[in-house]
């Protein structure tokens, strides 16, 4: 059964038939979801798919200041913490096997006390770097098998 769009459409009109959605990019209808110009001035996208080479600008993360030792990835990818005492970190909601997780650490006195990093950090060399013990160190990590294998690469030591 052929869709009887609408045959004077507007900008971005949106037309729904057999629970998809369809909207007019100004030249043609195309199926919503396959096309991130569809939400152009949009706070979010809410449609889960994977998308094909798009281009994004304006992105933009939240920094996420640790007040515990969890890092949530749910809350972004940049986190700060002053160490303070001993700590163990600890990482959750990391993405599933064959996607990408990564994030950046920026540590305060990183140095100044004992810091347990999370099971399956791995670093050059096998040793996690020395940081600096009244100063900014700023580490980064990333994981592609679900959390198993994190690599931890110190990306700037004493950052003044």
Not at 23 to 50: E, H
Not at 105 to 119: E, H, K, P, Q, V
Not at 142 to 158: C, M, P, R, Y
Request: proline share 4%; glycine share 12%.
């Amino acid at each position: 059964m052929p869709i009887d769009f609408p045959s004077s459409p507007t900008s971005l009109q949106e037309y729904t038939f057999a629970n998809k959605t369809w909207y007019w990019n100004g030249s043609a209808w195309q199926l919503k979801g396959t096309d991130l110009a569809a939400w152009s001035g949009s706070t979010s996208i809410t449609t889960v798919g994977t998308l094909s080479t798009p281009v994004i600008t304006g992105l933009k993360e939240t920094k996420s200041v640790l007040a515990a030792n969890n890092i949530d990835l749910t809350l972004g990818n940049y986190f700060t913490k002053t160490i303070t005492g001993a700590t163990t970190f600890t990482v959750t909601n990391t993405p599933s096997t064959g996607i990408v997780g990564s994030f950046i650490l920026d540590l305060t006195n990183g140095g100044a006390f004992s810091i347990t990093w999370w099971s399956g950090v791995k670093w050059a060399s096998g040793t996690a770097p020395t940081l600096t013990s009244s100063g900014r160190d700023c580490l980064g990590f990333f994981t592609h098998d679900g959390g198993t294998i994190w690599a931890g690469l110190l990306l700037g030591k004493d950052i003044r």
